[in-house]
């Protein structure tokens, strides 16, 4: 599968959220698939949540319990980040593990717009996930300042790029972000090392003539270029910089190091918002982490595993008693029977098959009735 072999590619956001699910049907349909197609007995199932702890959770427990029976193992650190020393111990508690993971972002609902969530005891509007959003939040002030700063004009029949001295390498020693933007020679003619000028009146920032293939793309896209300077703004796309690690303290953790590569990829993304594009590049990271771990770990071949790696978007409902829920977009899928060494992978046309192959069932149990039937056998119990 390419998302497996080319890990230097950003996943398409439309193909990896073609489709979208309620908590009921998605859960429901997962455990038509995990009994029926992958032949697993519930009651020797153990199901693992990899989901970060940010998230808002209270329905999706709630859910878990209801389709499997039992609340689900923990499989994970902040930022839906796969904790693979969980693996070996969740396999102690089932024949076969069903792992339910992935990353999520919030949805304003009222500015319909990804990215944020309203958060009733802060008293307003956050992203989400946290985790997420303090890892991406130097890398998207550092590609704010590069759109605003870099401005492009018209003159004397010619287009020019006025490029600040601090994304020249002409900056101070201390840096207020541990990343800068790394502006790469597509930007202007001759490369970021050819002739630019430095003036009186701007001494601050270099002019250079534009590439001629930056300038045809914004000629085809209608850009209007005038003698007035202008923000070169979303037309810095991520094949025109990449960033550049300048703190003297490495990477503060492992997602930060993992994500770094793709950051630039990660902000400048149009189609969604770039919380959206973070949140699906963690899932398909952390995905492959899943696949390389149940590989590598011997006490898994004897086991059962299924896994279906995917995106939650938390949603919240001013006009509700309980105001908070969420939807599910699967992404990823991984089933490998009892006994063997590999599986199959599915991606996301292939895992959205699957579950449209089974109907959300009709008789699942409630969590009403799981309740009852816990009252009609409780007894007192004595002690000593």
Known sequence: MSYLQRPSIIPDNGAVMARQYHLNAFYGKLREVVTRHCGFDLAQTIPVKVECPDESQGLKTLYFVASFGTAPFVGRSVGAELDTSSIVPACHHGRNVVFVMGSHTGFDHRERMFGRLYREKEGGFSSC???????????????????????????????????????????SSIEPHPVKVRLKPSLVQGGMGGPGLMTEEKPRSVTFEIHPELLHALEAKGRKISEEPAPLGDDLGPEDFDFLWVSSVPYPDDLTRRLHPLMHEIVSSLDYPPMVTIANVNTWIEFNRFI????????VVSKGIFGVSGLTV???????????????????????????RHGVVMGPAEINRLLDSYPTPADRLSLDHVMQRNDEVNQEILFG
Do not use: W
């Open 129 to 171: 996930c946290g985790k997420l959003s303090g890892v991406i939040a130097p890398y998207m002030t550092e590609y704010a300042y590069a759109k605003k700063h870099i401005r492009v004009f018209r003159q004397d029949g010619k287009v020019f790029l006025d490029i600040p001295n601090r994304l020249l390498g002409i900056h």
């Open 292 to 299: 390389d771990a149940i590989h590598a770990i011997p006490e």
């Open 314 to 340: 938390d949603l919240y409902f001013e006009d509700r008693s309980y105001r908070y829920s969420n939807v599910y977009y699967p992404q990823y899928a991984f089933f490998k029977p009892v006994g063997e």
